[in-house]
């Protein structure tokens, strides 16, 4: 599964400066940070409205594409500022065989 996130950050690293009218991640860049958190914030409610809808459906569809759209933009976030996706993993990866508990209770007393 990570190969796609590996192609994923292969792809956002040579976008990040490429023509920005031909790129739609390099316009994402151009416009900065805080344009790329709007879309971030804008994705992540579209991904809770459509998990309150599958909720009621037979059909996460529209829940799939969604958090699609989130991870992707979320990734254009971290290339932004020099992060990508094999940083996250590593601290998915770190918190195994940890309580989920114990390491939220540890974030607090940092």
């Given amino acids: ?5 590996k192609q994923l950050d292969t792809i956002l690293a040579a976008r990040k400066n490429a023509d920005v009218d031909k790129s739609y991640v390099a316009s994402l860049h151009q416009k ?14 579209e991904t809770l409205i459509a998990a309150k ?3 009621h459906s037979s059909d996460n569809k529209e829940l799939i594409a969604e958090t699609a759209d989130l991870w992707f933009h979320s990734l254009v976030m971290l290339s932004h500022l020099g992060e990508n996706a094999d940083s996250v993993l590593a601290e ?6 940890i309580s989920g508990l114990d390491e939220k209770a540890s974030r607090k007393n940092s």
Avoid: P, Q, S, Y
Avoid at 35 to 42: A, C, D, N, T
Avoid at 92 to 97: C, G, I, Q, T
């Fill in 92 to 97: 998915l990866a770190r918190r195994f065989n």
């Fill in 32 to 45: 900065g940070l805080n344009k790329i958190l709007e879309k971030v914030g804008e994705e992540c409610t």
């Fill in 1 to 5: 599964m990570d190969t796609v996130l």
């Fill in 53 to 55: 809808d599958a909720e």
